[in-house]
């Protein structure tokens, strides 16, 4: 922000509206209505030069003609006039939203010269600005709707964050119906000056503030966000519902790396380095949103499910696969307990079946049982069958969550037999979900969250060794120079030593110098980077007869490029490590199963910097490759230290050198046998 007074602008004691209006249909009418009859009692000036009075009020020409400080105005006039109006303002107003569309937003350049023009004015003057081209806000303990969205939102713990101000109407609706509220309501618009970093700051430091949700088409400032995303993940759970998942038109990428880091996986992987809980969809972002509002995350990852309907009981245990979150292993003196209660055809084992003519005293009674035990979350499900009291049911879980610390959720699976029941649990923070999957699903996300939260913070910083960095840019200036685009390979065994990282012998084709064989004949050019794709590499060649057809072979499809000889080497498995550097987060690296099939199988995960070898360590173990490093059918496992070691050195290079645009090793052999990994080839991009 421009100045800090966060106060006055999302709890102010004065406002203005410049544009307030009683016509039919107007956005400036909305947004008066909504400010002057949801019941905000700070005091607010009208301003239309064209009116004398407005709904029995005061009207002024301009801001100057009220002759006092305001804490905030809000702005809903033709954006030509907006400019012009804040700069006049600017000694009495500080804060500003600007509703106005016709910024950055369109086509051509004239709303984004105005927009750098409001900008300017916003920095000369010291002013803090929302939007352009914003719904507005909405602060529900204040009674304050600032926006044209109609009505207002229950007071609340979530802090909502949108570029959309169409999905924040609908958010809010769907809401209203779950008795569920919210801290505030901010549409940020083109996000010129105040965005999703600002806000996801202000929202971390408010006690009121539970959870805080974004929905976000674009990131302003990646490497801020990050900062700040981390720290405030730490203090409360952050969801996002991130759109533009899929490019009509993808560019020519260069390198496998390029390939497989698209904007979507790049930003998954922030969002986790980060312990942002990401949405898939929007249902999904509501869930969570309702979940993480009402509950507390499950104390450890055992989850047990009690049900009366053992097919909605089989699709909830489907739903615990591949999840952190897992079905609790009861020990046979639980179980036994269990079964002295119930029916001879009811199950004890978990997910406890307790039959569809359980009345409220099976329910009570098992939980009473599993409530001794260490269970980090209870899912109680339940289908209203014609015997069944889910009123009843639902008071008997109501009281059971109450008197412990664990994490419990329902699935009360129908219509209008469980509406009731479902309102009086949610009256008392117990979410229901329509669906068992979506529970488990929500709940997994909700522990994952948890288990960053009590993670130490990392504290890992790189330091810059100058000197190595000099080298590798001296590469580089040489390779621009010649107007190349990418270093040739006996360049990047220069860059590798530096990093401590071992390349496969290399001899040129014009030394004449004794070679191993068997051996490979490659192209090592700038312009043939895929060499398999475009026939530059000869693999197998057995004898110096071979080498002599090889070369010539490879000089007539390749006429003034170098070639370069490379012992064929023993394949054992063929890893793939790489960077992409991203436009608005940095460098990324990717990381998996390599070898000419890499974009084919995508078996890789994707790592964001700064780390340290441990912290590799523990991504590999859980990563797509984790099983290399596990013995598997008496064979053994490969050194995840060592991999994790090349990584870490891999990314300080990523960070030491911002030249280096992408970059990967495809293939790193690795071996489980005592040989040490090396790379056999090497691309960097700059």
Same mark, same amino acid.
């Given at each position: 922000m421009?100045? +800090?007074?966060?106060?006055?602008?999302?709890?102010?004691?004065?406002?203005?509206?410049v544009g307030?209006?009683?016509?039919?249909?107007?956005v400036?009418?909305?947004?008066? *209505?909504?400010?002057?009859?949801?019941?905000?009692?700070?005091?607010?000036?009208?301003?239309n030069?064209?009116?004398?009075?407005?709904?029995?009020?005061?009207? !002024?020409?301009?801001?100057?003609?009220?002759?006092e400080?305001?804490?905030?105005a809000v702005?809903?006039?033709?954006?030509?006039?907006?400019n012009?109006v804040?700069?006049q303002?600017?000694?009495?107003v500080?804060n500003?939203?600007?509703i106005?569309?016709?910024?950055?937003?369109?086509?051509?350049?004239e709303g984004?010269?105005?927009?750098e023009e409001l900008?300017?004015?916003?920095? @000369?003057?010291?002013l803090n600005?929302?939007?352009?081209?914003?719904?507005?806000?909405?602060?529900?303990s204040?009674?304050?709707?600032?926006t044209?969205?109609g009505?207002?939102?229950?007071?609340?713990?979530?802090?909502?964050?949108?570029?959309?101000g169409?999905?924040?109407?609908?958010?809010l609706d769907i809401?209203?119906k779950?008795?569920?509220?919210?801290?505030?309501?901010?549409?940020i618009?083109?996000?010129?000056?105040l965005?999703?970093?600002?806000?996801?700051?202000y929202?971390g430091n408010?006690?009121? =503030?539970?959870?805080i949700?974004?929905?976000?088409e674009?990131?302003?400032?990646g490497?801020?966000?990050?900062?700040?995303a981390?720290?405030v993940?730490?203090l409360k759970?952050?969801?996002i519902?991130?759109?533009?998942?899929t490019?009509k038109?993808?560019?020519?990428?260069?390198?496998h790396?390029g390939?497989?880091?698209?904007?979507?996986?790049?930003?998954?992987?922030?969002?986790k380095?980060c312990?942002?809980?990401?949405?898939?969809?929007?249902?999904?972002?509501?869930?969570?949103? !309702?979940?993480?509002?009402l509950t507390?995350?499950?104390?450890?990852?055992?989850?047990?499910?009690v049900?009366?309907?053992?097919?909605?009981?089989?699709?909830? =245990?489907?739903a615990?696969?591949?999840?952190e979150?897992?079905?609790?292993?009861l020990?046979?003196?639980?179980?036994?307990?269990?079964r002295?209660?119930?029916?001879?055809?009811?199950?004890a084992?978990?997910?406890?079946d307790?039959?569809?003519?359980?009345?409220?005293?099976?329910? @009570?009674?098992?939980?009473?049982?599993l409530?001794e035990?260490?269970?980090?979350?209870f899912?109680?499900?339940?289908t209203?069958q014609?015997?069944?009291?889910v009123?009843?049911?639902a008071?008997?879980i109501?009281?059971?969550?109450?008197?412990g610390?664990?994490?419990?959720? =329902?699935?009360?699976?129908g219509?209008?037999?469980?509406?009731s029941a479902? *309102?009086n649990?949610e009256?008392?923070?117990?979410p229901n979900f329509f669906f068992?999957?979506q529970a488990?699903?929500?709940? +997994?996300? !909700?522990?994952?969250?948890?288990? !960053?939260?009590?993670?130490?913070v990392?504290?890992t910083?790189?330091?810059?060794?100058?000197?190595?960095?000099?080298?590798v840019?001296?590469i580089?200036?040489?390779?621009?120079?010649?107007?190349r685009?990418?270093l040739?390979?006996s360049?990047?065994?220069?860059?590798?030593k530096?990093y401590?990282?071992q390349?496969?012998?290399?001899?040129s084709?014009?030394?004449g110098?004794?070679?191993r064989?068997p051996a490979?004949v490659?192209v090592?050019s700038?312009k043939?980077?895929?060499?398999t794709?475009?026939q530059?590499?000869?693999?197998?060649?057995k004898d110096? $007869? @071979?080498?002599?057809?090889?070369?010539e072979?490879?000089?007539?499809?390749f006429?003034?490029?170098n070639?370069?000889i490379?012992?064929?080497?023993?394949?054992? =498995?063929?890893?793939?490590?790489?960077?992409k550097?991203?436009?608005?987060?940095?460098?990324?690296?990717?990381l998996?199963l390599g070898?000419?099939y890499?974009e084919?199988?995508?078996?890789?995960?994707?790592?964001a910097?700064?780390?340290?070898?441990?912290?590799?360590?523990?991504?590999?173990?859980?990563?797509?490759?984790?099983f290399?490093?596990?013995?598997?059918?008496g064979?053994?496992p490969?050194?995840?230290?060592e991999?994790?070691k090349?990584?870490?050195h891999?990314?300080?290079?990523?960070?030491?050198n911002? @030249?280096i645009?992408e970059f990967?090793i $495809?293939?790193?052999?690795?071996?489980?046998?005592?040989?040490?990994?090396?790379a056999?080839?090497?691309k960097i991009?700059?």
């Amino acid at each position: 922000m421009a100045n +800090d007074n966060w106060k006055n602008f999302f709890s102010p004691a004065s406002l203005a509206i410049v544009g307030a209006t009683d016509g039919i249909g107007k956005v400036g009418t909305v947004i008066t *209505k909504n400010i002057l009859e949801q019941g905000y009692k700070g005091k607010v000036f009208l301003v239309n030069p064209g009116r004398k009075e407005l709904y029995g009020r005061q009207c !002024y020409a301009t801001i100057k003609d009220i002759g006092e400080e305001i804490d905030l105005a809000v702005i809903v006039i033709p954006a030509p006039l907006v400019n012009e109006v804040i700069k006049q303002a600017a000694n009495q107003v500080k804060n500003f939203i600007v509703i106005s569309a016709g910024f950055s937003e369109i086509a051509g350049e004239e709303g984004k010269k105005r927009e750098e023009e409001l900008k300017a004015i916003a920095q @000369e003057n010291k002013l803090n600005i929302l939007g352009p081209n914003c719904l507005g806000l909405i602060n529900p303990s204040l009674k304050l709707n600032a926006t044209f969205a109609g009505g207002m939102p229950q007071e609340g713990n979530i802090g909502l964050i949108s570029q959309s101000g169409a999905l924040v109407v609908a958010i809010l609706d769907i809401f209203a119906k779950n008795n569920l509220g919210f801290s505030k309501v901010f549409s940020i618009g083109n996000k010129m000056q105040l965005g999703e970093v600002e806000l996801i700051e202000y929202l971390g430091n408010e006690a009121g =503030t539970k959870v805080i949700g974004l929905y976000l088409e674009g990131i302003k400032n990646g490497q801020e966000f990050m900062k700040v995303a981390s720290r405030v993940s730490k203090l409360k759970p952050i969801v996002i519902l991130k759109a533009g998942k899929t490019e009509k038109a993808q560019k020519a990428i260069s390198s496998h790396t390029g390939a497989l880091a698209c904007s979507e996986a790049v930003a998954q992987a922030i969002f986790k380095k980060c312990g942002i809980i990401e949405a898939e969809n929007i249902e999904e972002f509501i869930n969570l949103l !309702y979940l993480l509002s009402l509950t507390s995350p499950p104390l450890n990852n055992s989850a047990v499910v009690v049900t009366n309907a053992g097919g909605a009981g089989v699709l909830t =245990t489907d739903a615990f696969k591949d999840k952190e979150i897992k079905l609790a292993e009861l020990s046979e003196k639980v179980k036994e307990k269990i079964r002295l209660i119930l029916p001879e055809a009811a199950s004890a084992e978990n997910p406890i079946d307790v039959l569809g003519d359980a009345h409220e005293d099976r329910y @009570e009674n098992v939980l009473k049982i599993l409530g001794e035990e260490n269970i980090g979350a209870f899912i109680c499900v339940l289908t209203p069958q014609e015997q069944t009291p889910v009123i009843k049911i639902a008071e008997k879980i109501i009281s059971f969550a109450d008197k412990g610390e664990s994490t419990v959720i =329902t699935s009360f699976i129908g219509g209008e037999k469980v509406k009731s029941a479902i *309102k009086n649990l949610e009256k008392n923070n117990i979410p229901n979900f329509f669906f068992p999957e979506q529970a488990v699903k929500a709940l +997994d996300s !909700y522990y994952h969250w948890k288990i !960053y939260q009590s993670e130490k913070v990392n504290e890992t910083e790189i330091k810059i060794n100058l000197e190595r960095r000099k080298k590798v840019e001296t590469i580089i200036q040489k390779a621009r120079a010649e107007k190349r685009k990418a270093l040739l390979f006996s360049e990047t065994v220069k860059v590798m030593k530096a990093y401590q990282i071992q390349t496969v012998e290399t001899w040129s084709a014009e030394t004449g110098k004794l070679v191993r064989f068997p051996a490979v004949v490659k192209v090592d050019s700038d312009k043939v980077l895929h060499k398999t794709d475009k026939q530059g590499v000869i693999l197998n060649i057995k004898d110096r $007869n @071979e080498l002599m057809r090889a070369i010539e072979k490879m000089k007539s499809l390749f006429p003034g490029n170098n070639l370069i000889i490379q012992p064929m080497l023993e394949r054992q =498995t063929e890893l793939i490590i790489g960077i992409k550097r991203d436009e608005t987060f940095g460098p990324v690296m990717v990381l998996g199963l390599g070898g000419i099939y890499t974009e084919i199988f995508k078996m890789v995960d994707f790592l964001a910097p700064p780390f340290n070898a441990g912290e590799v360590e523990k991504f590999l173990a859980k990563s797509k490759i984790g099983f290399l490093f596990k013995e598997t059918r008496g064979k053994e496992p490969f050194r995840i230290r060592e991999v994790a070691k090349i990584v870490e050195h891999l990314g300080v290079l990523a960070q030491e050198n911002p @030249e280096i645009k992408e970059f990967d090793i $495809n293939p790193l052999l690795v071996y489980n046998d005592g040989r040490e990994a090396t790379a056999v080839d090497v691309k960097i991009i700059i």
